[in-house]
């Protein structure tokens, strides 16, 4: 089972991302599933906390992922999810964690591992596959 879950939310050409606060670096939103929950409402969980203003439509998950992180050696273990419908306002609810959230191209910020295997997977450059 994962350990955390990630969404994907693309509009326009441009896909959700938050930044950490910590590091600066930029993610695909979502985080840690607690003990007994689905990968599927830890996802809804974490976007109300950290987004609140945002509603999402459908979940379906898009790929259930178990790596290890190349410079750490630590294991990745999440469940990456794609919604073709939300709406609201982008409005940063858990402000120790997440100071930013846009809507932003894919391509030219600093990502978390994960993030950018996401965005390899699902947005490759033109002209790869």
Do not use: H, N, Q
């Amino acid at each position: 089972m994962a350990k955390s879950s990630k969404l994907v939310v693309a509009r326009k050409g441009r896909v959700l991302m938050v930044r950490r606060r910590r590091d600066g670096l930029w993610m695909f939103p979502g985080g840690r599933r607690r003990a007994g929950e689905s990968a599927r409402s830890c996802l809804r969980r974490e976007i109300k906390e950290e987004l609140p203003k945002l509603k999402l439509g459908p979940l379906k998950l898009w790929k259930k992922v178990k790596a290890r992180k190349s410079r750490t050696g630590r294991r990745m273990s999440d469940a990456i999810f794609v919604a073709k419908k939300v709406s609201g306002r982008l409005k940063v609810g858990d402000k120790k964690e997440i100071d930013r959230a846009i809507w932003r191209k894919p391509r030219g910020a600093r990502l978390t591992p994960t993030s950018r295997y996401i965005r390899d997977k699902l947005f490759p450059r033109r002209g790869r596959r």
